[in-house]
T-cell receptor
């Protein structure tokens, strides 16, 4: 158990709908990363938050957005869902409370993932 | 060309065999990660390396910074080692990880 929790585990919805995925980082971790893993593809970095602020953006679609709340949990919002959005969505958190500029090598701890199926 | 390349893409082994998975990268890095993704999708961090060698149980990870290459070794492989093994690097001071596509390992009894 990594200490990172994600809900829900599975989500089935229809095209055009909107869903929210939730992630709680390990206790004490300030950084949360979101990743998308589609069938037969590697992990794609979506976005990173550090202590409530967006820190880095990857291949995140405009239909997707995220935020990190004061209690450090994060939500990934996916809207106007398309069939191609079906994937595993992982969040990860990094250990320690040091400033992110000096913690570039922090190990990432992954949540169990949310499997999204868009029908 | 991907900045992180893994080989082989797929690997089948018999129980007890010594297994090596390779990762080559083309950027300067501050750290390299090896992760394991189970058939159900869950991801576990195995190692984080910036130099030398680390060992945990039957798993050994090595990195050669000059050659920009890392290897993950599994000794006395077991069917429960069947998983996808993923290499990822953190380039310089970049906060993001650059991911390899993974090596799918199947260990047969």
């Amino acid at each position: 158990d990594s200490g990172v929790t994600q809900t829900p585990k599975h989500l089935i919805t229809a095209t055009g709908q909107r869903v929210t995925l939730r992630c709680s980082p390990r206790s004490g971790d300030l950084s949360v990363y979101w990743y998308q893993q589609s069938l037969d593809q590697g992990l794609q970095f979506l976005i990173q938050y550090y202590n409530g602020e967006e820190r880095a953006k990857g291949n995140i679609l405009e239909r997707f957005s995220a935020q990190q709340f004061p209690d450090l949990h994060s939500e990934l919002n996916l809207s106007s869902l398309e069939l191609g959005d079906s994937a595993l969505y992982f969040c990860a958190s990094t250990s320690g409370v040091r400033d992110h500029r000096t913690s570039g090598s922090n190990e990432q701890f992954f949540g169990p993932g949310t499997r999204l199926t868009v029908l | 060309k991907n900045e992180v390349e893994q080989s082989p893409q797929n690997l089948t082994a018999q129980e007890g065999e010594f297994i090596t998975i390779n990762c080559s990268y083309s950027v300067g890095i501050s750290a390299l990660h090896w992760l394991q993704q189970h058939p159900g999708g869950g991801i576990v961090s195995l190692f984080m390396l910036s130099s030398g060698k680390k060992k945990h149980g039957r798993l050994i990870a090595t990195i050669n910074i000059q050659e920009k290459h890392s290897s993950l070794h599994i000794t006395a492989s077991h069917p429960r080692d069947s998983a996808v093994y993923i290499c990822a690097v953190r380039a310089g001071n970049n906060r993001k990880l650059i991911w390899g596509l993974g090596t799918s390992l199947a260990v047969n009894p």
